[in-house]
């Protein structure tokens, strides 16, 4: 009983963070998953040019070397 009353508790915890998005640099490509986008590009500089882009862990580009 006391396990199901930790994980309950783990699992809220877990729930009341905050959730990380992919984001992208439309200026240069630079990828990143953060809750919330930083004020520039670490790679290029730009400022407000991120864009949300979808979670792909296993990239089908990246898979066939």
Same mark, same amino acid.
């Given at each position: =009983? *006391? /396990?199901? &009353?930790e994980?309950?508790? *783990? *699992?809220? !915890?877990? /729930?009341?963070?905050?959730?990380?998005?992919?984001?992208? #640099?439309?200026? #240069?490509?630079?990828?990143? &998953?953060?809750? %919330?986008? @930083?004020? !520039? #590009? @670490? =790679? #290029?500089? /730009?400022?407000d %040019?991120?864009a949300? %882009? @979808?979670?792909? @862990? +296993?990239? !089908?580009?990246?898979? +066939?070397?």
């Amino acid at each position: =009983m *006391e /396990a199901v &009353a930790e994980r309950i508790g *783990e *699992e809220r !915890r877990l /729930a009341s963070l905050p959730r990380k998005v992919s984001l992208e #640099c439309s200026s #240069c490509g630079y990828g990143i &998953a953060r809750s %919330t986008p @930083p004020e !520039r #590009c @670490p =790679m #290029c500089q /730009a400022v407000d %040019t991120w864009a949300h %882009t @979808p979670w792909r @862990p +296993f990239s !089908r580009d990246r898979l +066939f070397y």
